[in-house]
């Protein structure tokens, strides 16, 4: 049974039922076409074993929406995009972009929600071709190609008896997930709360066509603005090497469904009792709609809350262990159903998640907070006039590390995500509104955003709180000496 | 070694020159002398033989191809039978129209050494390479226990990375194109474009990944890849618990409309088609032995499928993927709904397999 089954097989039926709207007739845009001679496009085309398009091409639309993970496709439009087969190939096109004054950012898996890469002016790179795991089992290390999705890497790893902390939904690649610093698995334990800090070096294009090594020994500021810098990073990633860890013999863990009415007994044990916990046990919390309560309904009869921890340990005795303050707790006794005792591995977890946030409509927000039960409160007393069909909130504890310094810089106790979902279009406006309005609301308890995550489209004012103000002035001055001339479009709303 | 023997006019002239027919040393009771074992070698290649040359491999055999693993997918040291035909595979799965030439066959005890060239087109950049190089073989009781490949895979890299510096004019494959340098043409399709969603788990090239349970899409016909596909996007595949299916709901749902549907079938079957599982070379398990005409009859005598009948080819599937289709067939995951009349008959006939070692015996005779 995936994790929160109830409310996946609801959106489930409702997706095998959604017609889907052709974009454009594809039929009359198939076969090769080429950029008109002599063009800019076929220059680069020339250059390149990769693909070019542009706008005005037939086709251009269609390789538009797809460079979009999910089903909303935010309306902007750059002037081409390049569908790289190499990193030649992206040198090839960064020194084109630079040579014709337009402004490149990056897309891989499409999965920013506020899809940042689109920008209405200048060229997308597309890396999502760039593959390939090469692990070096007795050095417990990897490099793996930015195309490469968080499962496959742990399917891989898994052979050699090693593990990354990768993202949790498993067909996210690995790129914009670490270079925005990375809510992984067990990155408490395992890279000082999150994922970028298991990154050795970078392969890393810069905006003079360079490709170069990043890490703590060569271009080490470079390294350090990849290292969290996201969609403000001026270069592209074409490689990532990576630190791993000993595999956890078993994933073991359980899931406890409660009632609405439980929600604030389950944020003060999020509060309480987690922190308590080995840095080896991941604990979070979501709210779904139950399957069998229509929409419309308050959330007290229609939300279900899902307590879900995860011990990553070296045998089932240990994990049992490791939970057992947790499960002592009085709230497990008011659990409405439960599955307990599952030894678990990557492979179920990533299934379960699929199930979880399947590809539909979506958009969402996140902060980073100190105090859950402060900001539960303010999501409560939110919920109510939720618009969206399906709105989940995410409560996720990531420990209390230092972070070392990187440009990732913002971290708190805990992680709160809200993520929209919606069937028809007409749906949208009114869900990013509302989320909008629960995200201003929230901000006295924020400390900052997770920039992966965050709503760039409806704060952009805000970006700057995913950096501390050291690390957002350090970023930008780092900008300046690596891209003088502003080769790499800036942060959302910044170019 | 990164191909088949090119022309077999040259391998029987070398054959004659031995002095001695390969294939009659090699059935002639005691192991054969080094040479012979190594020709042999070349001419089971030149035959698309799998079979005849897995039985030249010491289980013990080291087969190594100097080159960065990382960088060129059949690089690095891989050991016995096994790794040999892993080896073959990625070489396929990675080059076309390759060309070998073996200039001599130099002999010291139980070693030989083969100097040559290989021509090859690299299938992701569209260069076509000519490297020098000298094969390293050594040879106990008629078979190999170690293959060296010395190489200039400085110039086979650059290929993979795209340096047409690396590519030769002139000498260009039949099948390749015509226009547009040494590189496929440039394909702006629809159909490419709908595919980005599809590369994370199927592969740059759709030969599917094996680390995310995603099986090869290559030489499927195309009305099996769009019927699946539709019944994915309209709830008659990928339930919940078919725990590496559901994620195709998603992804197929995601593809714009059926004629994007259209678009990217007709991507995916104009991609190279690696060669297949060589079923008809391989025998039949006794475990299975009663089973396999009931698949024949739809799949083909050598699982290469049959449209007509709505069979997709088995041969081009991976083991693992069959024996989990099979399962899912059997459990409910696939083949039930009443309009996927290809799948209930499939789940129908997949209940009379016996046991879980049939299952597994089916994959292995029919996967790559």
Known sequence: MARFALWSRRRFLNAAAVSVPAAVALSACQGFSRPKAGSDAAALQERIAGTVVVKGDETYETWREAMIWQRAKANRRPDMIVQVESAGDVQEAVRFAAANGMKVTTRCGGHSMAACFLRDTGMLIDVSRLDGIAVDKAAKTAVVGPGVFCRGLAERLAEDGLAFPGAHCGTVPISGFLLGGGVGMNTNAWSSGMSVFAVNAVDIVTADGRLLRASAQDNADLFWAARGGGPGLFGVVVKFHLQCFDAPKVIWGATYVFAFDALDEVTRVMDEVVPRLDKDVETLVAIAAAPDVPFGEPPEKRQRIYLDVNAFVASEAEGRRKLTPLLDQPLIARAIERIENRAGNFDRYYSDNEASFPQGHWMGDAVWVDDPQAAMAVLKAHMPECPAPRATPVLLYMGTNPLPDAACSRIARFYLAYYMEWDEPAEEAASRAYCLKVFNALKPVARGSYINEMDQEGRPQDIHECYSPQAWKRLAALRGQWDPKGVFHGFYGES | ?368
């Open chain 2, 1 to 368: 070694m990164t191909s088949k023997l090119p022309k077999a006019g040259i391998v029987a002239a070398l054959v004659l020159l031995s002095g001695v027919g390969a294939q009659q040393a090699l059935t002639a009771g005691k192991p054969a002398d080094s040479a012979t074992v190594v020709r042999e070698l070349y001419a089971a290649f030149e035959r698309g033989d799998m079979v005849a040359l897995e039985q030249l491999i010491a289980p013990d055999a080291t087969w190594t191809y100097y080159g960065p693993p990382d960088k060129l997918p059949f690089g690095g040291t891989r050991h016995g039978p096994k790794g040999v035909a892993e080896f073959f595979a990625t070489v396929d799965e990675t080059l076309e129209n390759p060309v070998a030439v073996q200039r001599a066959f130099i002999v010291s005890g139980d070693m030989v050494a083969v100097p040559g060239t290989e021509e090859s087109t690299v299938r992701k950049t569209g260069i076509r390479y000519k490297a020098d190089l000298v094969h390293v073989f050594k040879v106990r009781d008629g078979k190999i226990v170690s293959f060296e490949e010395f190489i200039d895979s400085g110039k086979v890299l650059l290929a993979f990375q795209g340096d047409g510096s690396a590519g030769i004019g002139g000498a260009r494959a039949a099948s390749a194109p015509a226009a547009g340098g040494a590189r496929r043409p440039v394909d702006r399709s629809a159909g490419k474009a709908a595919f980005t969603t599809c590369l994370g788990c199927h592969g740059n090239d759709g030969q599917g990944r094996a680390y995310m349970h995603a099986p090869d899409l290559t030489g499927l016909d195309a009305e099996y890849l769009a019927r699946q596909l539709t019944n994915y996007r309209t709830g008659k595949r990928g339930k919940l618990d078919d725990a590496h299916g559901f994620q195709m709901v998603g992804r197929a749902t995601a593809i714009p409309g059926p004629d994007g549907v259209k678009a990217v079938v007709s991507y995916i079957t104009a991609l190279p088609k690696p060669q297949a599982a060589p079923v008809a070379n391989r025998p039949v398990p006794a475990a299975i032995r009663a089973i396999v005409p009931t698949c024949a009859a739809c799949h083909g005598a050598a699982g290469e499928g049959n449209a007509a009948l709505q069979a997709p080819a088995l041969d081009r599937l991976d083991a693992d993927y069959i024996a989990r289709q099979l399962v899912n067939f059997r459990t409910g995951k696939r083949g039930y709904h009443a309009d996927d009349v290809a799948g209930a008959t499939m789940a129908a006939s997949a209940q009379t397999i016996p046991d879980r070692k049939a299952i597994d015996a089916l994959a292995a005779y029919y996967g790559k």
